[in-house]
Each structure stands twice: as C-alpha cells, then as structure tokens.
T-cell receptor, first 116, second 111 residues
Framework: NAGVTQTPKFQVLKTGQSMTLQCAQD?????MYWYRQDPGMGLRLIYY???????DKGEVPNGYNVSRLNKREFSLRLESAAPSQTSVYFC???????????????FGDGTRLSIL | KQEVTQIPAALSVPEGENLVLNCSFT??????LQWFRQDPGKGLTSLLL?????REQTSGRLNASLDKSSGRSTLYIAASQPGDSATYLC??????????FGAGTRLTVKP
C-alpha cells in the first residue's frame, strides 16, 4: 500500500516555464489537497478537491491550476513559473465521504521545486 | 481568520527527558486538531487526531490534549529518544477543506 505518491521529487525550472506536479493515492479517498510549505511558515492550502470532478480554491491559489483526473489522481499545474513559487509542494488525501470531518490527512513526501 | 502558533520554534533536550510542545489557535470553532511529525526531506506523518469533543488522545509515549475554549493544545512526549528528533506540526480543521497549520517546533533529542 503506497499511500500518496508524488512525482517528481525534485525539479528546477526557469522563470516562465510551465510544469505539472503529479499526485496519486491508492486509499480510495474522496478528498485530495495541494499545499505549499515555505521556510518558517506552516503549510498553506493551494487547491483542494472534495470529489472527482470538483475543485476549489484554497488560501493561496494564484498562479496555479489543478485537475482531478479521476478519484486517484490530482495534478497541480504552474502555467508560467515565478521565483515566488519556489517551495516544497505536498499532496494529501483524506476520507471525507458522507461528510466525515474527523479522518486524518495522509501526505506524500513532497516535490521540491526551485524556480530560477 | 484562523491563526495557529507553535512555541517554541526549536527545542533541544537530552535523551530521557519528558517534554511538552505547545500549539495555540485563535478561533475555537474547530472540528479537530491534528499533530504531525515531519522528518527532513519527508512528508507529514499523522501522530494524533483529537476531535473537538475530546480532551486528549494517547499513543504510546505521546499524549495530546485539547482545550478548545482557551485555544490551546499540547503534545507531551515521555522519555524522549534520539529517534524522536523531527519537526512537529499542529493543524486545526474548521471544515472538511479548511485546515490551518502552525510553522512547527523543531525538536532535537541529544544522546
């Protein structure tokens, strides 16, 4: 049971380049999330998806787009990367089916993204 | 807006000590509070989740308490070991998709 898998683990981009970060979970969770973690700050929610076919903005969505391809996969796209998007990106999933709000979130190991 | 603060930012203790990590939050209308462990270069691992109706949760040498009215939670680690060295983060959830994290406490346990 792999849990939450993120690819790639590391990436260096030039300003203006585009890139898609991939995330897949095998726990049959309905909710998936993308966070960014910056030094000295807590994780901040970028986008989330409560179910297949739905996505919503989180706290810091500007400069990002997402796609919930199916129940397992949730991708994050940077259309035109900027140095301010240098960060560690984490994908997470949780079981919020039938309104459950007391299930833990499970995290991937992160993608370390540097934009020059 | 929910703000989550963790104090101290870093803590160093000798092996065997009992220790307490603190987490405070500004909005008491929460569904649950979760404590995570993060090792360098890794993702977050859930340690304990306390529902809003609960006062504490225990797992092995870890005990987490929640005082919702005062906006505080503590993570107690008994008989600390070098393997406990990591960053510990707390997060509060207000609804299914609004989870706010503290910046974490970096713990070092010296042999």
């Amino acid at each position: 049971n792999a849990g939450v898998t993120q690819t790639p683990k590391f990436q260096v981009l030039k300003t203006g380049q585009s890139m898609t970060l991939q995330c897949a979970q095998d726990m049959n969770h309905n909710s998936m999330y993308w966070y960014r973690q910056d030094p000295g700050m807590g994780l901040r929610l970028i986008y989330y998806s409560a179910s297949e076919g739905t996505t919503d903005k989180g706290e810091v969505p500007n400069g990002y787009n997402v796609s919930r391809l199916n129940k397992r996969e949730f991708s994050l796209r940077l259309e035109s990367a900027a140095p301010s998007q240098t960060s560690v990106y984490f994908c997470a999933s949780s079981d919020t089916d039938r309104g459950r709000s007391n299930q833990p979130q499970h995290f991937g190991d992160g993608t370390r993204l540097s934009i020059l | 807006k929910q703000e989550v603060t963790q104090i101290p930012a870093a803590l160093s203790v000798p092996e065997g000590e009992n220790l307490v990590l603190n987490c405070s939050f500004t909005d008491s209308a929460i569904y649950n509070l979760q404590w995570f462990r993060q090792d360098p270069g890794k993702g977050l691992t859930s340690l304990l989740l306390i529902q809003s109706s609960q006062r504490e949760q225990t797992s092995g040498r870890l005990n987490a308490s929640l005082d919702k009215s005062s906006g505080r939670s503590t993570l107690y680690i008994a008989a600390s070991q070098p393997g406990d060295s990591a960053t510990y983060l707390c997060a509060v959830r207000r609804n299914n998709n609004d989870m706010r994290f503290g910046a974490g406490t970096r713990l070092t346990v010296k042999p």
